[in-house]
């Protein structure tokens, strides 16, 4: 049933990431977004303001004359909300608590591109639309497909979660510690020291990019997406894959897109873990790699490295323990230098490439030479944390507004760095 | 849990027609002092239900003398205006539950945050 694999896919690489990371979250991410700021600044005073997925509750403080309360699914980022003095309550975005017609305006910053189907995306922008008073009005952001620097090769994506994102040589250690506004924070006190020193970014923000990135010719890019077929298009949705990005950034040093023969095995073997591994979420697991020209070369992959009996149906869940749990922590090491459209930008990470690992042993945990802080928190952040996105391509968000949501009317539509953005208004629709 | 916020919550469970209000069933039961804005809660009023206000004011004791229904100009009354801001905006439900009045379904309240999620089969 697709409703119930949507449910289960928005469970394992959502809600229990988010779940996972929410204490590294609120170090990081506090600063609002201008054009949200804006939007909070200019309602009118006695308004009433609903954070359709507030996270930690970052936009809840603007604007002292409107009455804003947030909702989120995930637990930890909602008691961070709580303890900053917010009204929050938990729920979820295809089934909010509130009555018809009550709020003045909407904010839904970054969520919606968590929900794996079309129809789900539609629901959720519905039920803020009944929420909302007729001339109220929604702002809604999602990451885009077409970035700056970049462009996702596909919109289905799932992307790894890394707490480590920059390097000492690069950044500017001067910078201040984030600013506490509450005395309730024990939880991201843990932290590496390195996150304090991150520059403090909004959620969906690539930031300044070209700021940082060549920093030192020696440092290597590379990026890893790891592709999902879209729910929306299968029924079978069995079928995962690594794949690298077409970004132009990845230097011809590093290990490209399949093209150095010596350090493939690597890759492979990591590769093959990983597919496994996510695709144990799925069932069944004969579908691995049947479908599509992406997952050809993964195809290959599977084959070669099975037992001679050629037999591709690997039951996944047959991996041992230690060969996911190395690919896992391989992979967090791997993706440490991934750029993400809301972290804080720019990561650049030396990759050590050992063409030694054999091609049919399993993969081993490469000591990461990185010019990166150490690691010292990666241990708790493994490559289990991949978040689910449908990132969306231009236009998209305001075509499925005016052509599936009639109540709601797009006013404006923009890119803001790294999202669409979308405002929209409540109308009131005469049925004759 | 601040009363303004329960104004606007409703039970959503799969089949109620008849969600709104909750009944609050508070077992601890918190006020602040929050500063008083006449012209915020002047604006607020018009977007109240104002007898579900009332009603779970009343249920926590916490009514005091706020009438069961507006009075006239009251934009201009600030003696009444501070009851509202009170009761609105003061009165924190910390522990608890919200009852569904049609399903009798509670959504617990707990650390100040309602849990409005849903199980499977009630979405």
Known sequence: MMEEAASQLERDHVHSVYDKIAPYFNDSRYKAWPKVRQFLLDLQPGSIVADIGCGNGKYLHINKEVFKLGCDVCRPLVDFAWSQGHEVQLCDGLHLPYRDSCFDAVLSIAVIHHLSTKERRIRAIKEMARTLRVGGRIMIYVWAMEQKRRKFEKQDIFVPWNPNPHSPSVFNREHAKPRRRATAQSVSEGIDNTDKHRKVRSTSSVADEEDLACNTPQQRTQRLWFFSRSLDSVFDFGSLAISRSSSRELSTLSSPAGENEGNRASQRGRGRGLIKQVSSFFSPPSVIGSEEDVFDSVTELHKGQNDPGGNNNNNPNNNNGTEKQSVSVSLAEECGSLALPDLVPFQAEHMKQSGDESEGGPPVKEPQESTQSPQGSEGQVDGSCLRYYHVFREGELAELIENHVEELHVTHAYFDHANWCVVAEKVQLWKI | ?123
């Not at chain 2, 409703?10 to 002092?33: Q, R």
């Not at chain 2, 104002?50 to 600030?78: F, I, M």
């Not at chain 2, 608890?96 to 009798?104: A, D, I, R, T, V």
């Open chain 2, 1 to 123: 849990m601040k009363l303004l916020t329960h104004n606007m919550l409703t039970s959503h469970v799969k089949g109620v027609t008849k969600g709104y209000p909750l009944l609050i069933k508070a077992t601890e039961v918190k006020v602040n002092e929050v500063e008083f804005n006449p012209q915020f809660v002047s604006r607020m009023i018009p977007k109240l239900e104002w007898a579900a206000l009332v009603q779970a004011a009343d249920g926590l004791g916490h009514r005091e003398d706020l009438p069961g229904e507006l009075v006239p100009n009251y934009e201009t009354n600030e003696d009444f205006l501070k009851k509202v801001h009170r009761v609105l905006l003061e009165v924190e439900v910390v522990e608890g539950c919200l009852q569904c009045p049609e399903s009798g379904r509670e959504f617990p309240i707990s650390r100040g945050i309602p849990n409005m999620l849903l199980n499977e089969d009630e979405a």
